[in-house]
Nanobody
Framework: QAQLVESGGGLVQAGGSLTLSCAAS????????MGWFRQAIGKEREIVAA????????YYEDSVKGRFTISRDNAKNTVYLRMNSLTPEDTAVYYC??????????????????WGRGTQVTVSS
């Protein structure tokens, strides 16, 4: 059983930046595609970004393209989400996810083997 623990969330002003981290234990993430999802109040959980097992394939939801960067350090068993130019519309709970696949197709569709508990990101205007 894998445990995913997110950190790095918080309150930031519009235009600011945050970097989220997702530390895994119990499993090596090198076998998993990894992703970040978010869920705002009153909305469904949505995929934000995903990265393939080897890091060569990336996916970004349209609204975050050019602002967010997903990366992974398999040696540290950690995945990151760098978020720049944040807007109030980015306010949500952000969840780390892991899917046992090499690419990103399944995780982007929401097929997830493990979820983190989430970290709150609040962007003030």
């Amino acid at each position: 059983q894998a445990q995913l623990v997110e950190s790095g969330g918080g309150l930031v002003q519009a235009g600011g930046s945050l970097t989220l981290s997702c530390a895994a234990s119990g499993r090596t993430i090198s076998n998993y595609a990894m992703g970040w999802f978010r869920q705002a109040i009153g909305k469904e959980r949505e995929i934000v970004a995903a990265i393939s097992r080897g890091g060569s394939m990336l996916y970004y939801e349209d609204s975050v393209k050019g602002r967010f960067t997903i990366s992974r350090d398999n040696a540290k068993n950690t995945v990151y989400l760098r978020m720049n130019s944040l807007t109030p519309e980015d306010t949500a709970v952000y969840y780390c996810a892991a899917t046992l696949e090499s690419g990103t197709r399944a995780i982007v569709r929401g097929t997830v083997n493990y979820w983190g508990r989430g970290t709150q990101v609040t962007v003030s205007s």
